[in-house]
């Protein structure tokens, strides 16, 4: 009937007109802080799941699809686990929970964040939520594997270390050393390690305005993080994790994270980036060692 879909698209045109007015003046009337651009992002992000099925445990707040019903209680248990560990290496006492979305699909992951059908991910944290692609959709392993390899390996433990040093930084740090102290913790937890060290023998290295730039991109992909991993290992090889502790200390402090470097380690920004390829160069299975 003309006068239903008059009246449809006139309401469409007018969400859409709100949904951009909204997105324009919300975060202003945030006061344009970060946490208030946080909350903002976040809010727009968690709208895609707001009718999930919700599940709260100790360190999160679980949305999940209804398909995966049957696995919530052994996903809430992981999830708290792994939570447990990483806040006893960092000494992080939570101070709220993160959304964790348990995604079905990579096709809904791209959907969320707009990507190509190209670009892929096993997990994802922005603006205090976790996005994790659900073992069910591991399908790269046979189906009576997936749980098990999935608990081996468990994303979460990387996405979990994005969320506490986004929430105890109050000043700037580089990408590289959020992704390398991320991979840090999962191979210490776990044994286990995304990037393949064969790989990097022998690969020229990125600068660090170039680093910056090249872990989205699928050709660089696995050379920055291993960088951003061998980076971050330099460090604790330096002072081991106490003196990385120590750098999160002067961040939430509201210290630059180069600055904070310097007092810690006693280098400058170049300095410690010719020192660190000099080990990298004079290491070249620096990960075989342990990290």
Do not use: C
Request: glycine content about 6%; charged content about 20%.
């Amino acid at each position: 009937m003309l006068p239903a879909i008059t009246t449809k698209k006139k309401r469409s045109f007018s969400i859409v007109v709100l949904a951009l007015f909204l997105a324009g003046i919300m975060p202003l009337l945030l006061g344009g802080t970060q946490a208030g651009r946080r909350l903002w992002h976040a809010t727009l992000l968690r709208s895609n799941f707001q009718e999930w099925e919700a599940l709260d445990t100790e360190y999160f707040y679980l949305r999940y699809p209804a398909k995966e019903a049957d696995f919530v209680q052994w996903w809430a248990r992981e999830a708290d686990e792994a939570a447990r560990k990483v806040n006893e290496i960092f000494q992080y006492r939570a101070k709220k929970k993160p959304w964790l979305v348990i995604v079905p699909d990579q096709a809904t992951m791209q959907k969320v964040f707009g990507w190509s059908d190209s670009t892929h991910a096993l997990g994802v944290y922005q603006a205090d939520t976790i996005l994790l692609l659900s073992p069910q959709a591991w399908n790269w392993l046979p189906q009576g594997r997936q749980i098990s390899v999935f608990a081996a390996e468990n994303p979460l433990i990387h996405e979990y270390t994005h969320f506490v040093l986004d929430n105890e930084a109050k000043a700037f740090y580089p990408r590289w050393f959020s992704e390398g102290l991320a991979q840090l913790l999962a191979y210490r937890l776990q044994g286990y390690v995304w990037v393949d060290e064969e790989s990097l023998v022998g690969t020229e290295v990125f600068p660090p305005p170039e680093l910056e730039r090249s872990f989205d991109k699928v050709e660089t992909q696995e050379v920055a993080y291993g960088q951003a991993l061998s980076m971050v290992t330099f460090l604790a090889e330096l002072q081991g994790m106490e003196g990385l502790h120590t750098v999160i200390k002067l961040l939430a402090q509201g210290r630059n994270f180069y600055k904070a470097l310097a007092q810690v380690y006693a280098l400058e920004e170049n300095e410690f980036f010719l020192l660190w390829r000099q080990w990298w160069q004079e290491n070249p299975h620096w990960l075989s060692r342990g990290v």
